[in-house]
């Protein structure tokens, strides 16, 4: 299975951006789907925005219009576009994969994980 690694994480004021990035490694990124969640302190992991084999486009109503996922196949990288960034966005955000063509909301349904990259959004 293919080995995600995300980078671009750190702190930033309210109204701010940042860019997230998800670099693979022992595979093939344009095989699979990828998918990026977070997840804040004392909560669950939710979806964020995905983006299939295609590209096409799967987004968390919360950050829909703020945030915009991308992929470079040929640099086995996706990325996460964040801006207008709130104290809610804080969390720990994971780029993860799947072997199918759309992407999925469900956390269950991704089989491969990087480590994650602190965001954090001061008020």
């Known amino acids: 299975q293919v080995q995600l690694v995300e980078s671009g994480g750190g702190s930033v004021q309210a109204g701010g951006s940042l860019s997230l990035s998800c670099t693979a490694s022992?595979?093939?990124?344009?095989?699979?789907?990828v998918g990026w969640f977070r997840q804040a302190a004392g909560k669950e992991r939710e979806f964020v925005e995905g983006i299939g084999w295609s590209g096409s486009t799967a987004y968390a109503g919360l950050v829909k219009g703020r945030f915009t996922v991308s992929r470079d196949n040929a640099k086995n990288t996706a990325y996460l576009q964040m801006n207008s960034l709130k104290a809610e966005d804080t969390a720990v955000y994971y780029c993860?994969?799947?072997?199918?063509?759309?992407?999925?909301?469900?956390?269950?349904?991704?089989?491969?994980w990087g480590q994650g990259t602190q965001v954090t959004v001061s008020s």
């Open positions: 022992g595979g093939r990124l344009n095989t699979y789907t």
């Open positions: 993860a994969r799947r072997l199918e063509a759309l992407p999925s909301r469900q956390v269950y349904e991704y089989d491969g």
